[in-house]
């Protein structure tokens, strides 16, 4: 079984960054993309970031112009910073591991999930 597990979040200021980061755990096919999800209280799951396995990333218009995605090789981890955060960040952020059709998209099937990691964002 592959394990997504994720550390970060919590609560955050207005106005500052958000670091979460995601170590995947067991063997994984490098070819699939890896990203960032989030849920707010009685809203539907979407899609922050992604990215694919020769660093081509997708980003949500939500978060444009505010967030980086890295993955670091070496230490099987996924990084996110979100920057410039607003109250409608807050949400449980889930890692996430699956297929992006094309080169710079966005997941289109997840195939493992994270545990997800509470953020509030207060202001």
């Known amino acids: 079984q592959v394990e997504l597990v994720e550390s970060g979040g919590g609560s955050v200021q207005a106005g500052g960054s958000l670091r979460v980061s995601c170590e995947t755990r067991?063997?994984?096919?490098?070819?699939?993309?890896m990203g960032w999800f989030r849920q707010a209280p009685g809203k539907e799951r979407e899609g922050v970031a992604a990215i694919d396995s020769d660093g081509s990333a997708n980003v949500a218009d939500s978060v444009k112009g505010r967030i980086f995605i890295r993955k670091d090789n070496a230490k099987n981890t996924l990084f996110l910073r979100l920057n410039d955060l607003k109250a409608e960040d807050s949400g449980v952020y889930y890692c996430?591991?699956?297929?992006?059709?094309?080169?710079?998209?966005?997941?289109?099937?997840?195939?493992?999930w994270g545990q997800g990691t509470q953020v509030n964002v207060s202001s």
């Open positions: 996430a591991l699956g297929v992006c059709l094309i080169q710079g998209g966005a997941i289109t099937r997840v195939r493992v």
């Open positions: 067991g063997n994984t096919d490098k070819t699939y993309c």
